[in-house]
């Protein structure tokens, strides 16, 4: 089944630097790659996606980087604001259509 | 956020009882899914159901079980069988085929076994 590996687990920046969170899938018939981010005590909620006709695509401050071909995606986030400070999850999903796996999180501080 | 809820907020249980968590969603979604969330391991997913009447097991499904015999409830079992219960339970919904789309999530459970 899927494998889906997210580095690092902790993160910590200072305001207004950038943060890059990077996962590794197993399935290469995978074809939907969400993030999700949860604040403390709350629930996960989507930030961004891309799927697997895209290498790219960015909204606002944050952007997802996809290659399919090695197998890993990455989450951009720039001009960090301490109201990043969350967790968040990368997940995969398109095998079957039914199942997403998540990653095992990072938690994402940023310093004033 | 309202579409999609879970009852209690947090819940009790002492060894040896069955627990019966809530989900409830008013999105017209097909599917739904329960996750299992523990500190540093992300979300397992435990039962699926892509339509009323039939679900699937999860990746940790022993110890659990669910139902679907209406499109906005998949009530989760935990029953006795389940070793280590004491988690943070998350019900999540999906207009279709979850793994290819976004899935909106409740608040979530807290269950704690004493």
């Known amino acids: 089944g899927e494998n889906v590996e997210q580095h690092p687990s902790t993160l910590s920046v200072q305001e207004g630097d950038s943060a890059v969170i990077k996962c590794t899938y197993s399935?290469?018939?995978?074809?939907?790659f969400p993030w999700y981010k949860q604040e403390l005590g709350k629930r996960p909620q989507l930030i961004i996606d891309?799927?697997?006709?895209?290498g790219e695509k960015k909204d606002q401050r944050i952007a997802v980087t996809l290659n399919k071909t090695a197998k890993h995606f990455s989450l951009h986030i720039t001009e960090t604001q301490p109201e990043d400070s969350a967790v968040y999850f990368c997940?995969?999903?398109?095998?079957?259509?039914?199942?997403?796996?998540f990653g095992a999180g990072t938690r994402l501080f940023v310093k004033a | 956020d309202g579409g999609i809820t879970q009852s209690p907020k947090y819940l009790f249980r002492k060894e040896g009882q069955n627990v019966t968590l809530s989900c409830e969603q008013n999105l017209n979604h097909d599917a739904m899914y329960w996750y299992r969330q523990d500190p540093g391991q992300g979300l397992r997913l435990i039962y699926y159901?892509?339509?009323?009447?039939?679900?699937q097991k999860g990746d940790i499904a022993e110890g659990y079980s669910v139902s679907r015999e209406k499109k906005e409830s998949f009530p989760l079992t935990v029953t006795s069988a389940q070793k280590n219960p004491t988690a943070f339970y998350l019900c999540?919904?999906?207009?279709?085929?979850?793994?290819?789309?976004?899935?909106?999530f409740g608040p979530g459970t807290r269950l704690t076994v004493l």
């Open positions: 159901s892509q339509i009323v009447n039939d679900f």
């Open positions: 399935d290469s018939a995978s074809n939907y």
């Open positions: 999540a919904s999906s207009p279709s085929q979850g793994g290819r789309n976004e899935q909106f």
């Open positions: 997940a995969v999903g398109g095998t079957g259509g039914f199942k997403t796996i």
């Open positions: 891309i799927r697997s006709n895209v």
